[in-house]
């Protein structure tokens, strides 16, 4: 087989993978842009949370009014907040005995006891409040340090550390970020975690099986001369 040959069946090859490459991420851009039009409307109208139901990943609703949190809480520590250090706090939610999950109340500065009950208080007091859901850690994220559960020192919310601190079987597979703006003043709006980068991918993997095609004619038409 001579050079041309193999550049001929290389072109082929790269025209061929890139192609199926920009499809697959067309279909990667369809299925991100269902998820954010279907995050964007349980945000802007949440549903009552239904424990039977599987919920992707940020969807918005509202709080059960058989859950209630116990002041019982951790603090996720190395949290910044516009330049701040600080903390996630977390309450555990319960229906009756039962541990359903844990709730992040919001970033705060400082693990202040009359701050924490105040916060405590404010959820409690409602009831019912919007939240969304966030998967657990199936492992410990690249470059946290481990928590130290005997020691109450939390880096990230590892769903069997929070097993073995409280003593009990988690039932969700997520846990539940609190959406109210009046308690968790320093809210993020889960629309800004989506990130849709997939028209960029798409573009750049079809005008790579464009360029390859191009090339494939030019070196046959230089073979044939």
């Known amino acids: 087989m001579n050079k041309k040959n193999s550049l001929s069946i290389f072109f ?11 499809t697959w991420q067309y279909q990667r851009l369809i299925w991100k842009n269902d998820l954010i039009n279907n995050v964007e409307q349980s945000i802007n109208n949440p549903s009552i949370f239904d424990e039977s139901i599987i919920y992707p990943e940020l969807t918005g609703v509202i709080s059960s009014n058989n859950f209630s949190i116990q002041n019982n ?11 701040k250090n600080g903390f996630h706090l977390y309450f555990p939610v319960f229906k009756n005995t039962d541990l359903i999950t844990v709730l992040n109340a919001g970033w705060i500065s400082s693990t ?4 924490i009950n105040d916060i405590y208080n ?6 019912t409040y919007k939240i969304y859901l966030r998967n657990y ?13 005997s020691k109450n020192e939390w ?7 929070l097993e073995n601190f409280y003593q009990k079987k988690i039932q969700l597979d997520q846990y539940f970020v609190l959406a109210e703006v009046s308690i ?9 975690l989506l990130r849709n980068s997939h028209l960029q991918y798409l573009l750049t993997w ?12 030019i070196n046959r038409r230089y073979k044939n001369e």
């Open 155 to 161: 880096f990230y919310p590892g769903r069997p550390d």
């Open 206 to 217: 079809y005008l790579l099986s464009f360029t390859s095609l191009v090339m494939l004619v």
């Open 12 to 22: 082929v090859f790269a025209c061929c993978l890139t192609f199926l490459l920009g």
């Open 137 to 149: 850690f199936n492992k410990k994220p690249y470059f946290t340090p481990e928590n130290n559960v």
């Open 73 to 83: 809480p951790i603090f996720v520590g190395s949290k910044t907040y516009q330049g």
């Open 112 to 115: 202040d006891k009359e701050n």
């Open 184 to 192: 968790n003043k320093y809210f993020v709006n889960p629309m800004n």
């Open 122 to 127: 404010q959820i409690s007091n409602t009831k």
